[in-house]
């Protein structure tokens, strides 16, 4: 086993998280026991930033004091292995399906410095009171104007650090990808520093992760 980023390891060649809450599966992942603690493997077929990782993310923002403000947890894939990373601090788990979130809560309350909020990310003023300080904006949500959710949460929280997957075809089906990314990216850039910008295939085709800082 060797560590490759805080809280992310290589165990026979699979990137992995120590489990918060051992004994616990979130999507079926293989749990692992090395060295008396208990490893979640993390699949980056499941997971785009385990895809961002396997293909070479280079600076990783998160860490075990780490507040994170998480758009589109979904079900809570990858959230539950930030939450994780970070076990000192707070993921904060905004989702629009009410579907979704039926299926978050128990995760939730077995890995409890996630919490789940159903809001819509588009309206982070709905959800600013109830959240407190993040550091990390971490966001994957299905939307065309993808660019703008990013920017509007980062007004309001202003995070010093933040990781965007943009999926080209929920912006448009008929362009090419590598222009719609370029756009998105173009519309950061008064805000953030593009510290990397991160193809996510084979795991997810049409897809970047980027990683920002803010300026
Ligand atoms: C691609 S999935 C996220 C997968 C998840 N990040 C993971 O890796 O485990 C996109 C999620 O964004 C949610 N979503 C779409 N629009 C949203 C919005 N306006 N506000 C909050 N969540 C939204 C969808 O319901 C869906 O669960």
Sequence with gaps: MRQIFNGVYKINGKL???????????????????????????????????????????????NRNSNVLYLGASSGTTASHIADICSNGLVYC????????????????????????????????EYFSKIGRVEVIYQDVAQPNQAEILLRNSEEFQPGNA???????????????KDIFREEIDKL??????LQIIDLNPY??????????AK
């Design 16 to 62: 992995a998280t120590e489990n918060l809450a051992p004994g616990f599966r979130v999507y079926d992942e293989k749990l692992i026991r090395q060295k008396g603690e208990e490893y979640r493997i993390w699949d980056p077929l499941r997971s785009k930033l385990a895809a961002a990782i396997e293909n070479g993310l280079k600076e990783f923002p998160l």
């Design 189 to 194: 850039k008064e805000r953030f520093q593009i």
């Design 163 to 177: 990781m965007f997957a943009i999926k080209a075809r929920s912006i448009d089906s008929i362009r090419k990808p």
């Design 94 to 125: 905004i989702e629009s399906s009410k579907r979704m979130m039926r299926e978050l809560i128990p995760v939730t309350m077995k890995k409890t410095n996630m919490i789940p909020i159903l809001a819509d990310a588009r309206r982070p003023r």
């Design 204 to 213: 997810d085709k049409d897809h970047v992760l980027v990683n920002l800082k």
